[in-house]
């Protein structure tokens, strides 16, 4: 198991290493063992701090937590992270059966309706005529009955907005430890920032005008 460890202020002890290591065992049995992991301990005002990083194949995914000791803040790290790993392996499977799902409908070829290549559009073919020889080809378009809607559900939530202002790093940290798959802050210059989670788990950049 390869884990970087840094410690800040503190020295990482073996009891501390077999902690660490103990939790990342049950995040390697959801995520595998494809990933590297680093571990920044440090002790801050009396504070105990833990911020644990591990990087698999759509990473990162960070862990962060602070406690009066050093044991607590590791385990609380550790549970977060391994939220956030079930939260990945979920998205990730997700994305796996959507893209067999449609591997299978190009593959089907039994009533699917038929891609009109000179307008884009879905539609059967058929033909209309008394006979072979004046029969023209007509295509049919289907249209579903009702208009589909979606529901818009509103929540108000501080914690996808920063209170303060914060670099592009914190900003990211910050959003792994609150879970957010969106979240507002702004710059030191004052400029609006809108990061974002996409479907396959990389995080964007949005700058607001």
Request: charged share 30%; glycine share 6%.
């Amino acid at each position: 198991m390869n884990v970087e460890y840094t410690g800040r202020q503190y020295v990482v002890t073996s009891t501390i290493r077999k902690e660490v290591e103990t939790g990342l065992t049950k995040i390697r049995k959801i995520l595998g063992d494809r990933f590297e992991t680093k571990v920044i301990l440090a002790v801050e005002k009396h504070r105990h701090k833990a911020e644990i990083t591990i990087s698999p194949r759509n990473g990162p995914l960070v862990g962060l937590a602070q406690a009066k000791d050093m044991t607590i803040a590791v385990n609380e790290a550790l549970d977060h992270l391994e939220k956030q790993a079930v939260k990945y392996k979920t998205r990730w499977m997700s994305k796996k059966r959507s893209a067999r799902k449609s591997e299978e409908v190009k593959k089907w070829n039994g009533h699917s309706p038929r891609v009109d290549e000179t307008n884009g559009q879905n539609g059967l073919q058929t033909v209309v005529g008394t006979s072979e020889k004046t029969a023209v080809p007509v295509m049919v378009h289907k249209y579903p009955a009702v208009a589909r809607t979606t529901e818009v559900h509103l929540v108000r939530s501080d914690e996808a907005v920063a209170m303060r202002p914060m670099t592009l790093e914190e900003a990211i940290k910050e959003a792994h430890f609150c879970d957010r798959d969106v979240f507002v802050f702004r710059d030191p210059k004052g400029k609006l920032m809108i990061l974002h989670r996409t479907r396959d788990g990389k995080m964007e950049l949005i700058e607001a005008p």
